[in-house]
Nanobody
Framework: QVQLVESGGGLVQPGGSLRLSCAAS????????MGWYRQAPGKQRELVAV???????NYADSVKGRFSISRDNGKNTVYLQMNSLSPEDTAVYYC???????????????WGKGTLVTVSS
């Protein structure tokens, strides 16, 4: 069983920064794509950023230049550095990993339970 645990959310003032982390535990072969999604009140969940095992990244237009995604394959952890935060960034942030539980298995999606980020003065 694979579990993802996020940390780092909280309350921050506009213009501030936060760093989210998400670590995987359990038994698995390897993690392919790691990503962050967010869901604001009354809105659908949306992609924030993803990073491949090789380090290629992709960002939503709304966070380009402000957010940075990175990963530590040795620690099975993904990070999201969020700078210049605005109230529009307020949401529950979820990590998502594509995990191969065995070498002969296709990757499966796993989700964290989410961490709340509130940007307010």
């Amino acid at each position: 069983q694979v579990q993802l645990v996020e940390s780092g959310g909280g309350l921050v003032q506009p213009g501030g920064s936060l760093r989210l982390s998400c670590a995987a535990s359990g038994s698995f072969f390897r993690i392919n794509v790691m990503g962050w999604y967010r869901q604001a009140p009354g809105k659908q969940r949306e992609l924030v950023a993803v990073i491949t095992r090789g380090g290629s990244t992709n960002y939503a237009d709304s966070v380009k230049g402000r957010f940075s995604i990175s990963r530590d394959n040795g620690k099975n952890t993904v990070y999201l550095q969020m700078n210049s935060l605005s109230p529009e960034d307020t949401a529950v942030y979820y990590c998502n990993f594509e995990v191969e539980t065995a070498p002969w298995m296709y990757g499966e999606d796993y989700w964290g339970k989410g961490t709340l980020v509130t940007v307010s003065s």
